[in-house]
Each structure stands twice: as structure tokens, then as C-alpha cells.
């Protein structure tokens, strides 16, 4: 069913005139002028065809037909005030649905979610995979972490720097080259081929050969130990991206995400 459009400026002017039974009270409330109470309230008059407000020696005075819609009016905005309220708990909620492949996810997001949440009581995260396609009204997502060269169409912020690092185990391995979807260079003659740079990384401490990974994905494991890093990182054109539409990057509970992963 259509809805009829209704003149919301007009209609919370003549409440706060006709709770104040002064356009220059009203005014003071809504931080205009008197002048342009007096605009909002002819115009409404106007569209809705009756007088709303008489004027005489005492001051305004109430029509009787703006008396016969005053409770209802004011109950609306009742409404409408708890209709904020409750969209704006979904967004102070400690709530958050986050997309991120299985190798960022595992090798460096899930540790600081885990810091996160330490600090921050009843904080909940949802973890789901993340594809090439994201639907963030689709799958409900406050916020998506993927390799990529920018933010795309979203806003984003980049973790890290756009480097790539070559790494094998500590006391060396086969010589060949560990594939994986999104490898700078591609070698037919390696003989292991994963699903994405955090298992090349476990592929290479295992002795297999050298992953060239990003560096923000080895760094932890060249700190542990169980893996070296072979010659200096190398930078390319992606780098990791914290993305989401403009909505969801204007949450509190987003904002506060971010920052916190960004510390």
C-alpha cells in the first residue's frame, strides 16, 4: 500500500508551537526563526486545508481541529523516537559479522579479535568465509577484510603495507616453488599447490619448498621461527583492505572494530 507523504518539518513545528502556544518559543526549541515557524505553519495549513492557530489578544490560541490531532500527532513522534532508539541498539550492539578469507582469519584476524574481546566484555563475532562477490545486505555483514588493491566501491582502510615475502622452512626444504591462488609467479613445476597463502606458509614450514606470501601473513609465523624469510620483502600492488559501504563504516561498534585492529 502507498503511503502518504507526510510533511514531518511542518508537523513537528506545530508541535512545539502548540506547546509553547508561541511561534517565538518554538523557534528558540528548533534553533530557527520565528519567521520561518510561521512559513512551516501556513504551509501546513495549506496542504492539510484547515487553520491551526488563532491569533488573539491573550496570544495563540488552539483551532479545534488541530486539538483533534494533537494526541495522535504526539504519540507518532513517541513512535517514531522509539523507532530510533531500536535501530540504533543494532548498531551499539557488541554484535559484529565479519567476512575474511580462511588464511587472513586464521593468521591474523582471530588473534586480535581474541585481544578484543579480552578488553571488551560480551563482544560476539560471526565469522564467515568472504568470495570475490561480497553481499554485505545479503549475508548481513557489519565488515569484510580481502586482498585487494583498494577499497572498491567501499570504504576501507589497508592493513598493513603491499608486501610480499618469500618463505621457506628454517633449515631449508625442496627447491621448488609452493602454488597457491593469488602467487606472484606461477612454477609448473611445483609439487604442492593450496587453497590460499596461510596453508602455502604451513606447506613451506613443512619442508615442501618457498611461498611467496603477503608479509602480514608470515610475520607471526618469521617471529615464531617456523619459517625464514628468504631476501627482502617485495612490494606488489595489494595489500589487505577492512571494507564496508558507507553504513555499516558509520557504526559505532565498526568504527571501534577498526580502530582496534588498526592499533
Sequence with gaps: MKRTHLPLNGLRVLDAAARHLSFTRAAD??????AAVGQQ???LEDMLGVVLFRRTPKGLELTPETEAGLEALRAG????????RAMQAGQSSLSLTIAAPRDISA????PRLAAYAARVPDLKFSLVPADDALDFTEANLDIALRLADGPGE???????DALFVTVEAPGGG????????GCQREDDDAIIRVADAGLAIDAAAAGFGRATVPLLLAQADIAAGRVRAVGDPVAV????WL???????????VKALVEALMA
Design 29 to 34: 526549541e528548533l534553533a530557527v526563526t520565528p
Design 41 to 43: 505553519i501556513r504551509a
Design 77 to 84: 513522534f513517541l513512535q517514531f523516537e522509539e523507532a530510533v
Design 174 to 181: 625442496l627447491s621448488s616453488r609452493i602454488e597457491w591462488p
Design 107 to 110: 593468521k591474523w584476524l582471530q
Design 237 to 240: 600492488g595489494q595489500s589487505y
Design 243 to 253: 571494507i564496508a559501504p558507507l553504513p555499516q563504516w558509520r557504526q559505532k561498534k
Design 154 to 160: 567501499h570504504e576501507g582502510v589497508a592493513v598493513g
